[in-house]
């Protein structure tokens, strides 16, 4: 079949690897290191390293694996322990307090999934109550990667929004919060507060005082918070927004905010989202309900144990002095470095192109533009019977072979809120490109605001590839946006 | 992790108050669920396990953990071929090493090349890899005689119990009366009573023969959907071949029987076949329930709705800690099967070396190929251990008064009945225990064996069991025999 291009550019996931990321040399040469090789079928059988030294420049015997095998690991084709291999816990536990400075992380309150989704899932069982009437409800962002809320759902709660403010970067703002929580009050039980940081998929990242008046408001109203951190990129931080300060003292609380924080080493630059990684932290749970929490993490027997590894090895990497060091911080940096420099360009791009708005990419795997279609291309989009966005990302793959996700899957406002929204930007800068007839009647009252309703459209690409990909990607994507808006002018 | 540190300080100075989650408001069905493989009883052995470490004196010097189906854990090899590819596609730099034969490195390519990336690090498609459950789609045609199997009807999936549980979720429904009714046998593997309770389904149990070997009578099936009828509405019926944790290999008549009635009460059949290798008793024979469905004709097997599961955690290659399974889905509704697509995309996917495990499972090496020889050398050896294990367990447990040990026909497990004298029984309810698990209790502190107790998986009423693995190696498994011999005479005697 004859295309344009000869091959398709998938960045429509949060999958570096499956993006041209290489995994991590290091990650993988300790999950063979894990298998017994036995190549002499004789009487004997003999454990041996299949490698030959050419291949192998670094001994794999400075894998901290081998600590973990020796006390309770026999094997990695085991089922291990129902959080985990209890010394890859421990080390998890100590990968969470040296990160927090200090403030002592307890293993018991670990548990280890085969992907983080089914951790979520676990937590999300506990808070259900399937035959309450009003049912139970969960506070969601928007946008938000629609996983997690397809699976609230499908367990039976009330999935509430609260939108996330555009104007100042996708903040979280508490007043928002607030409104969300009264409109929930009136049709569901909101047991729960669900927060994504750095966002999915907008990237932002939260601030100090965005947490703390997110923790004031869930203490004040008896919220479960449920942290979805698994973007969360250890060290890796674009923008100028980075504020990953590590608290010693907050202001006084009640100590009885209960919270789940969930992590992954599918994001990050390890990026072992296949082997399935994921682990859940909770903090202030009762005692009981801890008790049954493990028996339902049990019946699904263990976690993955390649993940598990991954896991650890996201938690101590190999340090300065270690053989396996100098070829890692070189991949690392290597990612780093390009993810960083992608960031910067794809927000130049696409900050250049007619229609286009990207805010600065802060955390995250991801770039979220904003994309103001003209109106005829919205009245074709709904004669093929789609969303505006979905069409365009529809033909932007047809013609280009670039595969990013439309922004509507990840819910966003309708056209028709736009006046309070807009009447939000009264006294801002306005950073779109907006035209000049709308901006003239931001100065009237509301009332006799009129406007054209142009959809805000949303689109998002990974940004974590190698710079080639990314490059190409910008280029069909200039080309393609180009001649799409000319034929809807 | 940022939150863990606000909270935390939020803690400092402040008074106690409730805790906003507890047994009362948290999920009431959750109360009910139970997985007695890992329950109380395993959590102690782990504790008593950490006291030998810190040196505590006890009547033993390990604790061996016969409750739970893992090969690996008890000393059987993983099969060299499937840890070869696995290495290469962990690690494609190895592709240039001699050291591993072609038709690994074959396998492995091709597994590569159709992951994303192609690495096994990358997301795959929610239902799998394509060319994976193209192969496992061939592997049941082979299986089976040649009937056809559609690779769209194949869902890969985290182990066989992420696909169990991912059809009960399709199937349970309504509400009261109407509430779904789901039928498993007595004994059980307690996944399915785990999952019943979780997603609310009503359990309707079916009782299993001891006297005749743990075989399934249709008659018994009818007694307790005709009873289950008046307070549900049963729509699904699951069976377990070779069973957990009775062993028994089905007949094939037994099977048919079991197809008809599905037919006859409209109920969806769940197969579960992850022991299908583990076969040992003579004069029985893995039929899968595909197979003889097909085999009725197409008035059945047009009309049965079914559903198939295998795992890569059993039968000869143990791999448990890999989490690689499959479900074949048969005759669904095409709308409730894209439903079931939907839903299993929520979990993204399931591990991607689990799968590129299954693969070889499915696809081992072939006669003409390098591998085969030592391949099959290891596969016999496994299973020919587990058949001699099995009629060694049989035998020495049928040798002591008090306890009857049905064959081990298949699976991996023992589930012999124990008499436990009134005194025990009193005791045991004195203690708050229930006899059985007050017997392995007692067992695990004077001898340091873990067993599962029989009321974990279900039994008539005043009858008594444990499951015991039959994994050991058999040196090892000589001494358990002997130990728990030791045991029960002991027990006897002592309340009397």
């Not at chain 1, 816990?89 to 927090?100: K, L, P, W, Y």
């Not at chain 1, 408001?217 to 980075?242: H, M, P, W």
């Not at chain 1, 192109?353 to 074709?380: D, N, R, T, Y």
């Not at chain 1, 807009?422 to 801002?428: A, E, N, R």
Request: hydrophobic fraction near 40%; charge should be negative.
């Amino acid at each position: 079949m004859k295309k344009p291009y000869k091959e398709i550019i998938d960045l429509s996931w949060g999958d570096l690897q499956r993006a041209g990321v290489k995994p991590l040399s290091f990650v993988r040469q300790v999950i063979c290191d894990s298998f017994p090789f036995i190549f002499f079928v004789e009487e004997q059988h003999m454990q041996v390293l299949a490698f030959s030294s050419e291949l192998t420049p670094h001994s794999f015997s400075d894998v901290c694996l081998q600590n973990c095998i020796r006390k309770s690991f026999v094997s990695s084709g085991s089922y291990t322990a129902t959080a985990g291999i209890p010394e890859i816990v421990h080390r998890v536990a100590e990968f969470i307090t040296r990160q927090d400075g200090g403030i002592p992380s307890h293993p018991e309150n670990i548990y280890i999934s085969a992907g983080s989704q089914r951790a979520l899932t676990n937590i999300v069982t506990i808070l259900m109550n399937r035959k309450a009437s009003p049912r139970t409800g969960i506070l969601t962002p928007v946008p938000c990667y629609n996983i997690a809320t397809l699976s609230m759902m499908a367990q039976g709660a009330t999935v509430v929004p609260y939108y996330l403010n555009q104007e100042h970067s996708w903040e979280l703002q508490i007043e928002e919060l607030h409104r969300a929580l009264e409109s929930a009050q009136r049709v569901c039980n909101p047991v729960a507060l669900y927060v994504i940081n750095p966002g999915n998929p907008t990237g932002h990242v939260q601030s100090r005082k965005s947490m703390q008046e997110v923790i004031h408001f869930v203490s004040e109203r008896s919220l479960f918070l449920l942290a979805d951190e698994i973007d969360v990129y250890q060290d890796c931080f674009n923008g100028e927004k980075t504020e990953f300060v590590l608290m010693e003292m907050g202001p006084p609380l009640s100590d009885t905010v209960e919270l789940a924080s969930f992590h992954s080493a599918s994001k990050g630059f390890m990026g072992e989202c296949g082997l399935r990684d994921g682990y859940v932290e909770l903090v202030n749970l009762d005692h009981t309900v801890m008790k049954y929490i493990y028996v339902l993490f049990s019946k699904d027997s263990s976690a993955p144990v390649l993940g598990q590894f991954a896991l650890d090895l996201m938690a101590n990497p190999p340090q300065p002095g270690d053989p396996s060091y100098p070829l890692y911080n070189v991949e690392m940096q290597n990612i780093r470095t390009t993810v960083a420099d992608n960031a910067k360009r794809a927000v130049e791009v696409v900050n250049n192109m007619l229609g286009f708005c990207c805010q600065p990419v802060e955390g995250g795997a991801f770039a979220f533009p904003q994309l103001h279609l003209p109106p005829k291309a919205i009245e074709k989009a709904e004669e093929m019977g789609m969303k505006p966005d979905t069409y365009y990302c529809t033909r932007l793959y047809e013609e280009s072979g670039v595969l990013v996700r439309p922004g509507s899957e990840y819910g966003q406002k309708e056209g028709t809120y736009h006046i309070r929204y807009i009447f939000q930007l009264t006294g801002l800068s306005c950073p779109f490109h907006i035209n000049e007839h709308i901006c003239n009647k931001l100065n009237c009252t509301v009332t006799s605001f009129h406007f054209t309703p142009f959809i805000f459209l949303f689109s998002r690409f990974c940004i974590a590839t190698s710079a080639d990909i990314m490059e190409e990607l910008l280029k069909r994507l200039s080309i393609f946006h180009t001649q799409f808006m000319e034929d809807f002018s | 992790i940022m939150w863990r540190a606000l909270t935390h300080a939020a803690m400092n100075g402040v008074p106690q108050r409730g805790k906003l989650l507890t047994l009362d408001n948290m999920n009431p069905k959750v109360k009910r669920v139970e997985y007695a493989v890992r329950g109380p009883i395993v959590q102690r052995a782990v504790q008593i396990e950490k006291e030998l470490r810190e040196g505590v004196k006890k009547p033993f010097t390990e604790v061996i953990k016969a409750n739970i189906g893992d090969a690996h854990a008890m000393g059987q090899k993983p099969i060299t071929f499937l840890r070869q590819v696995l290495a290469l596609c962990s690690y494609p730099e190895l592709l240039k090493d001699n050291q591993f034969p072609e038709d690994a490195k074959k396998r492995a390519q091709r597994i590569l090349e159709a992951c994303g990336g192609h690495s096994i690090g990358a997301y795959s498609a929610s239902q799998g890899i394509e060319c994976i459950r193209h192969d496992v789609a061939h592997f049941i045609e082979k299986r089976d005689g040649g009937i056809p199997s559609n690779p769209d009807n194949i869902y890969l999936s985290t182990g066989a119990s992420d696909a169990i549980v991912t059809i009960l979720k399709l199937l349970v429904s309504g509400e009261g009366r109407d509430r779904t009714g789901v039928m498993i046998s007595i004994p059980q593997y307690p996944l399915y009573s785990a999952a019943l309770a979780e997603l609310d389904a009503v359990q309707i149990s079916y009782y299993l023969d001891e006297d005749k070997c743990w075989s399934l009578d249709v008659k018994e099936l009818r007694r307790a959907l005709y009873a289950a009828r008046q307070h549900c509405n049963p729509r699904v019926l699951c069976i377990i071949n070779p069973g957990n944790p009775t062993g028994q290999v089905q007949s094939r008549q037994c099977i048919e029987d079991v197809i008809r009635f599905a037919k006859e009460e409209n109920l969806f059949l769940m197969a579960d076949e992850v022991y299908q290798d583990n076969v040992y008793a003579e004069g029985c024979q893995f039929h899968s329930f595909k197979k003889v469905l097909f085999e009725m004709g197409p008035e059945y097997s047009s009309k049965v709705e079914m559903a198939s599961f295998h795992s890569t955690s059993k039968c000869y290659m143990g791999e448990c800690g890999f989490r690689g399974g499959y479900m074949e889905v048969i005759n669904m509704d095409p709308e409730v099967k894209a439903q079931l697509t939907k839903l299993v995309s929520v979990r993204l996917c399931p591990p991607v070396p689990g799968q590129a495990l299954l693969d070889l499972v499915v696809n081992p090496p072939q006669p003409d190929e390098p591998s085969y020889a030592t391949f099959m050398k290891e596969r016999t050896a496994v299973l020919a251990a587990l058949a001699e294990k099995a009629k060694l367990t049989e035998q020495i447990f049928n040798t002591v008064p008090g306890i009857t040990c049905n064959p081990v026909q298949g699976a991996m497990y023992t589930f012999p009945r124990i008499s436990l004298p009134q005194k025990a029984i009193d005791k045991a309810k004195e203690e708050g225990q229930v006899p059985d698990m007050f017997y392995c209790m007692k067992l695990l502190e004077e001898e340091g064996i873990c067993l599962v107790p029989g009321s974990g998986f279900g039994q008539r009423e005043g009858t008594f069991h444990f499951r015991m693995t039959i994994l050991p190696p058999t040196e090892k498994l000589k001494l358990v025999l002997k130990k728990i011999k030791d045991f029960h005479l002991r027990f006897t005697k002592e309340f009397s």
